[in-house]
Antibody
């Protein structure tokens, strides 16, 4: 059974940093692109970052480019999202997702609140 | 980026009714994917590659479309179908989502 379990969320002040983790199991992690998708409270879904199987290629929307960094450790079957210079508009539930053209499996999500 | 516009934003239907949710793309895409999200839960892949049902999805659901117009159709609504449905494309970067259609049961 595919499982994705996020951790690392919480309350953080504007301008500070936070690192999210996603532990994957039930599939060969190194064979799949992975992604982060977020959802602001009562809002829709927004793609945040994608990483290739080896980690050599990463992709971001303009809204987070230069502030967020996606990475992975295939030996640990883990995905990460380093978020720097956080803004109030980054407040959202962050989901780890497996990418196969579509986002075919999602984690339960972790809440990030950016507020002073 | 390719903007996806879903309609309606909200709809209510009685059990047994047919419902159609439309997703229009600002430019042509090759495939459309659909997700179901129930309140307080994470999204689930529901339909992929325009018309393929994800594992466990009842066959009262179907998907169709091409180019800039795609649809998710529920032939006979059941109470468990109450949720928000999102369309998503990855034909052109960045991947984008529609704003969602909230389906309520009368």
């Amino acid at each position: 059974e595919v499982q994705l379990v996020e951790s690392g969320g919480g309350l953080v002040q504007p301008g500070r940093s936070l690192k999210l983790s996603c532990a994957a199991s039930g599939f060969t992690f190194s064979n799949y692109y992975m992604a982060w998708v977020r959802q602001a409270p009562k809002k829709g879904l927004e793609w945040v970052a994608t990483i290739s199987t080896s980690g050599s290629r990463t992709y971001y929307p303009d809204s987070v480019k230069g502030r967020f960094t996606i990475s992975r450790d295939n030996a640990k079957s883990s995905l990460y999202l380093q978020m720097n210079s956080l803004k109030s508009e980054d407040t959202a539930t962050y989901y780890c997702a497996r990418l196969r053209g579509c986002f075919d499996y999602w984690g339960q999500g972790v809440m990030v609140t950016v507020s002073s | 980026e390719t903007v996806l516009t879903q309609s309606p934003t909200t709809t209510a239907a009685s059990p047994g009714e047919k419902v159609t949710i439309t997703c229009r793309a600002s430019s042509s895409v090759s495939y459309m994917h659909w997700y179901q999200q129930k309140s307080g839960a994470s999204p689930k892949l529901w339909i992929y590659d325009t018309s393929k049902l994800a594992s466990g999805v009842p066959n009262r659901f179907s998907g169709s479309g091409s180019g800039t117009s795609y649809s998710l159709i529920i032939s006979s609504i059941e109470t468990e179908d109450a949720a928000t449905y999102y369309c998503q494309q990855k034909s052109s970067d960045p991947p984008t989502f529609g704003a969602g259609t909230k389906l309520e049961l009368k």
